[in-house]
């Protein structure tokens, strides 16, 4: 066996293996639990959480006339003996919160 053809063909493999896997990444959206825990983390910063939930199914969703796949879930907080509610919206690719509505 020639080892220029065996470097030459690790070489391609290695490059297209990474390519690949770039591709399915910009694809592919993070998990609805994932997004919740990064939403339930930026709440706690402003205290205790008594519940949360998220839609396990993308939606379409249009702010500003940039159209977006989004979750859509909701935080319940207790502030000074009050529960507080919020429903957000968060991009379904990024986990990024797009919208936040308190109820």
């Known amino acids: 066996m020639?080892?220029?053809?065996?470097?030459?063909?690790?070489?391609?493999?290695l490059i297209g293996g990474y390519v690949v896997k770039e591709v399915i990444d910009?694809?592919?959206?993070?998990?609805?639990?994932?997004?919740?825990?990064?939403?339930k983390r930026q709440f706690k910063q402003n205290g205790p959480i008594s519940g949360s939930w998220i839609h396990m199914e993308t939606e379409p969703y249009e702010?500003?006339?940039?159209?977006?796949?989004?979750y859509k879930g909701g935080i319940s907080k207790n502030n000074e003996g009050s529960t507080e509610q919020y429903e957000f919206i968060a991009d379904a690719q990024t986990g990024t919160?797009?919208?936040?509505t308190p109820l």
């Open 2 to 13: 020639n080892w220029k053809s065996f470097i030459v063909g690790a070489a391609v493999g």
């Open 26 to 39: 910009l694809n592919t959206n993070v998990s609805p639990e994932k997004v919740l825990e990064q939403v």
């Open 63 to 70: 702010k500003q006339h940039i159209h977006y796949r989004v």
């Open 97 to 100: 919160l797009i919208d936040i």
